[in-house]
C-alpha cells in the first residue's frame, strides 16, 4: 500500500500563488509516476499535470501550462504543484495520485493510490 498526504491548499486572492506538496510514504516507491488532478465544484475530475520519478516525462494540462508548474524531490518521495496567477475557476479540490511504472499518465483510471485531497480556494 502506498500512502499520499497532500498539503499547501487554502484561501488566495486572484493572483495570487500557492503551492501544493503530496508527500507518499508505505511500500518502497521505484519506477513510478505521479501526477495532479483537480475537481471544482459540480465539475469532473480533470487532469491537472504529472511527472515520472526521473523527470523524464513530466507535461501539465494546456489549461494550466504557463501557470502552473510540477516538480519534485524523488529523495522525499515528493511531488509539487506550484500555481501561480491564480484564478477564480482554479477553485477545486485538488489531488495527487501515484502509480508504479513510467508513462504518459494523463487519466484518473491510470493511478491506483490517492491522496485526500486539499482545498484550495481563488476569491475575486
Known amino acids: 500500500q502506498v500512502q499520499l498526504v497532500e498539503s499547501g491548499g487554502g484561501l488566495v486572492q486572484a493572483g495570487g500563488s500557492l503551492r501544493l506538496s503530496c508527500a507518499a510514504s508505505?511500500?518502497?516507491?521505484?519506477?513510478?509516476?505521479m501526477g495532479w488532478f483537480r475537481q471544482g465544484p459540480g465539475k469532473s475530475r480533470e487532469f491537472v499535470a504529472t511527472q515520472s520519478w526521473d523527470g523524464v516525462i513530466t507535461y501539465v494540462a494546456v489549461s494550466v501550462r504557463n501557470r502552473f508548474t510540477i516538480s519534485r524531490d524523488s529523495a522525499k518521495n515528493t511531488v509539487y504543484l506550484q500555481m501561480d496567477s491564480l484564478k477564480p475557476e482554479d477553485t477545486a479540490v485538488y489531488y495527487c495520485?501515484?502509480?508504479?511504472?513510467?508513462?504518459?499518465?494523463?487519466?484518473?483510471?491510470?493511478?491506483?493510490?490517492w491522496g485526500q485531497g486539499t482545498q484550495v480556494t481563488v476569491s475575486s
Open positions: 495520485a501515484v502509480r508504479f511504472g513510467v508513462n504518459w499518465y494523463l487519466s484518473e483510471n491510470d493511478y491506483e493510490y
Open positions: 508505505g511500500r518502497t516507491l521505484s519506477s513510478y509516476t
